[in-house]
Antibody, heavy 119, light 108 residues
């Protein structure tokens, strides 16, 4: 079955860029036909969807984060990535990558999560 | 943005009891676009229910989702100790942004 695993950046300094990568193991080997999302869980906002990317490269971001977020996909490595610029302490929390069958589907598979501290 | 409001904040029940969790979106949500997740400490959320009432693979039939519009419910019958967790509802009908409730903690 599908498995997702986030990288572990750990500590990020305020005003710098948070970079995360999600490595995906997909039955059949293809990242096509899924939507790949980043979410986070913070003390201030609880569970929050950050954005998603489709295999075509189409992205959609949470309007509240849109000005600071970018996502990319590398199907040759079965990875997708998140960059969040100009981080502050309020960006500290646990970041998850997840998959969905379409842009109107629930998140059926999640990575275990990686804790990010901005300090 | 659709705000998802869950109640109660905490449910303290005994094994064998029935738990009723409420989720009320601030706007009407399609029945095809409402999900429930279970999260245990230190773990990622796990999809339980999608499309209001469809159980995800491997989810016991003790978990039942129902509702429509602005009133959705997750019922857990015959509670077991392993059901202790935080439960979140989520709408995914507004593809501009997906939103979660603040969660209901179930203590057994």
């Amino acid at each position: 079955q599908m498995q997702l695993q986030e990288s572990s950046p750990g500590l990020v300094r305020p005003s710098e860029t948070l970079s995360l990568t999600c490595s995906v193991s997909v039955p059949g080997g293809s990242m096509n036909h899924y939507y790949w999302s980043w979410l986070r869980q913070t003390p201030g906002k609880g569970l929050e969807w950050i954005g998603h990317i489709f295999y075509s490269g189409t992205t959609n971001y949470n309007p509240s984060l849109k000005s600071r977020v970018s996502m990319s996909l590398d199907t040759s490595k079965n990875q997708f990535s998140l960059e969040l610029v100009s981080v502050t302490a309020s960006d500290s929390g646990v970041y998850f990558c997840a998959s969905a069958y379409s842009h109107l589907s629930a998140f059926n598979r999640w990575g275990q999560g990686t804790r990010v501290t901005v300090s | 943005e659709i705000v998802m409001m869950q109640s109660p904040g905490t449910l303290s029940l005994s094994p064998g009891d029935r738990a009723t969790l409420s989720c009320r979106p601030s706007q009407s949500v399609s029945i095809s676009a409402l999900a429930w997740y279970q999260q245990k400490p230190g773990q990622a959320p796990r999809l339980l229910i999608y499309g209001t009432s469809n159980r995800a693979t491997g989810v016991p039939d003790r978990f039942t989702g129902s509702g429509s519009g602005t009133d959705f419910t997750l019922t857990i019958s015959r509670l077991e100790p392993e059901d202790s967790a935080v439960y979140y509802c989520q709408q995914y009908g507004d593809s501009l942004t997906y939103t979660f409730g603040q969660g209901t903690k179930v203590e057994i």
